[in-house]
């Protein structure tokens, strides 16, 4: 135990509304779906409470409208609500003013429900790229104090590789200011590697992300940002349709996931982005009580 607190977050969305499968199930359909996220996130809830954990739990709007109560739920037992949008859309194959209307949407859903300002955004898969950096005036306009949505890496669908690996102040095209808090890497030579939780998680062997993550602490001397979603713990959700590598993208080793996270707790100290950015003296403590 490195006694680093790292931050604990949890992308709250149900299986059917994944970038993976965007393509065979459009969001007409969503409510055709029997929502499973409110007992997965339960139980991600449960598990925390065994382990004493607090963590940033970014829940998609569209899931706020239909579960209030289970965001009550996750702001009652002390951990940190942030947004993760409205409707799951990529950024960057949204206009700017639909992103701005559907963000403040979602922003102010979470905000009647907890009663609290709203500090944190992630984008859905992690849509902020060179394409969609727009995105980051909208969100400082509209008041979020930190994202965590520009992962530093080179793939397929997100990342802007070489952007820094660890919590900064960035400025938006238009100068405004806003703390980036990167989804965790590891740096190779040439390279880097996503650890941070998620599909990588699932992919990567447990010792080899114990291993990453423990480097992120002692060799960079840097918190890290682990990241999962519900569906991620639930074995038994219904199989979709869809491309082969999606489909191995989404369920290759949901399995493991829930042992591999109990065991992640163990090894790891966790707290809430808000802390962890406290911490680091990016924010003032009591920012999230304003
Ligand atoms: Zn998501």
Known sequence: MIGIK??????????????????????????????????????????????????????????????????????????????????????????????????????????????????????ASYSITKK????????????????????????????????PRFPHLLSSPSGKKIIEFPPSTLSLPGMNLPVGGGGYFRLFPYWFSKGALKWVN???????????????IDVNQPRMQGKLFSKFRHYNNLNKCYSRLESLLYDFDFTTVNEVLVNLKFLDSGVSDA
């Open 6 to 123: 790292n931050s604990l977050t949890v992308d709250v969305e149900d299986y059917f509304q994944v970038a993976a499968f965007a393509d065979s199930i459009s969001k007409s359909k969503w409510n055709d779906y029997k929502l499973r996220v409110e007992n997965n996130t339960i139980r991600l809830l449960n598990l925390f409470d065994q382990h004493k954990v607090k963590a940033t739990f970014f829940v998609l709007g569209w899931v706020a409208k239909r579960c209030p109560k289970l965001v009550e739920k996750i702001a009652e037992q002390g951990h940190e609500v942030a947004c993760h949008g409205y409707s799951h859309q990529l950024i960057y194959k949204q206009s700017q003013q639909v992103f701005r209307d559907e963000t403040k949407k979602a922003k102010d859903i979470l905000e009647d429900i907890v009663g609290k300002k709203i500090l944190g955004y992630r984008a």
């Open 132 to 163: 969609s950096l727009w995105a980051l005036d909208i969100l400082a306009d509209l008041d979020f104090v930190y994202d965590s949505s520009i992962v530093p890496v080179r793939h397929d669908l997100y990342g802007i590789p070489g952007m």
């Open 218 to 232: 002692s060799h960079d001397k840097s918190p890290f940002i682990f990241y999962l979603h519900p569906w991620e």
